[in-house]
């Protein structure tokens, strides 16, 4: 779609939702969460035209990536553009209900990808070249022992925060690369960050209507066992975060389907999540300059980053720049919202 043919698409639904939002009550709000800001220019690039031509609300920092810095000064850039009132998706989001409220910027924490910003980080936490060894290998290890690590877990965690923190950004809420944080060795150092820093937010990946989402609906039933640990952890997650002073999500979309959400997907995640006050869906777009990326994606480069969504994310950021999903969430009768605790529930009744 051209930017001419985007921009006549964003004033119909203008004009149309203007007569829509009478007949429809607004029951919840709803949260598009990019993740892996900062991987590359093509995923930072992507992501930043998802704020401002799009619907997303929130996003997160990889401070390890290539990218991050100048992640950072891009998002310092969209400030301005928010603050001088030229944010493009303006009027649409303002038919959305959105709040007036920032928008946000949290930390990807990340074990799994590149190197850590720590000197001491262990030695049987990475692989052979010192890189992060990847989700598989790191679950293995910290089911097995966990208390060793837990130290050099928080230390490096920590400096993901502050890497953000020092380039005068507070952060709004955590997440997890290949979400770490459900990992049973990795929750105590998310609860520390958690009140050191006094963040207010938290990623609580329990994802509804899997069975239909990754079975009935594409066959694919390794997707579905992948998704249902990951569920089974959130759940303990949830246990673990009750008496935390922190807010979740009511109910989380995308575990399943990282670079491949289309509308007949989110169709059926909405359906799934009945009235929640708070969805939050997690998503992974760029630019179509990622596809460069693509052979790369198969194999591990030299600076152990890869991308093996790079041919994918292109198509979740013209869906979240699409008037079609602006209609679907009218239909729903959703309002954009955020991460913080003023939309969120605290974890103690979201367990």
């Known amino acids: ?55 997303i609300t929130a996003t997160s920092l990889l401070a390890n990536a290539p990218d991050a810095a100048r992640a950072i000064r891009e998002w310092q850039r969209l400030q301005t553009i928010v603050e001088a009132g030229r944010l493009p ?7 959305l209900q959105e709040p007036h409220a920032p928008l946000e910027l949290g930390v990807h924490l990340n074990l799994t990808q590149g190197r850590p910003l720590t000197r001491s980080y262990p030695s049987e936490l990475l692989d052979a070249r010192g890189c992060f060894p990847g989700i598989g290998r790191l679950f293995a ?21 502050e890497f953000l923190r020092d380039h005068g950004h507070r952060p709004t809420h955590l997440n997890g690369h290949q979400y770490i944080e459900l990992l049973p ?21 329990r994802e509804r209507g899997l069975l239909q989402s990754t079975v009935l609906h594409e066959f694919r039933p390794a997707n579905w066992c992948v998704a249902r640990v990951k569920r089974y952890y959130a759940d303990r997650l949830a246990s673990a975060a009750n008496g935390w002073d922190v807010a979740l999500p009511h109910v989380y979309f995308g575990t399943s389907h990282a670079g491949r959400i289309n ?15 708070l969805i939050e869906v997690g998503v992974h777009p760029a630019t179509d300059a990622g596809r460069e990326f693509g052979v790369l994606g198969e194999q591990p480069d030299p600076d152990c980053w890869h991308d093996p969504l790079a041919h994918l994310r292109p198509q979740e950021l013209g869906l979240l720049t699409s008037p079609l999903l602006v209609e679907l969430l009218q239909q729903f009768g959703l309002s954009l919202g955020r991460l913080s605790p003023s939309h969120a529930l605290p974890a103690a009744q979201a367990a």
């Open 1 to 55: 779609m051209s930017s001419a043919q985007q921009l006549r698409g964003w004033k119909t639904v203008v004009t149309h939702s203007a007569s829509v939002s009478h007949s429809v009550s607004r029951r919840g709000r709803i949260v598009f969460h990019a993740d892996d800001f900062g991987m590359n220019r093509a995923v930072t690039d992507g992501i930043m035209r998802g704020f401002e031509h799009g619907l």
């Open 89 to 95: 998706s303006t009027a649409v989001r303002r038919d």
């Open 141 to 161: 290890t910290l089911y097995r022992r966990r208390r060793p690590y837990e130290a050099a877990v928080l230390a490096e965690l920590a400096a993901q925060v």
């Open 185 to 205: 060795g990795v929750r105590p150092a998310v609860r520390e960050l958690l009140e050191r820093h006094q963040i207010p937010a938290l990623r609580l990946a």
């Open 263 to 277: 509308l007949e997907i989110m169709r059926g995640f909405l359906h799934s999540a009945g009235r929640c006050p």
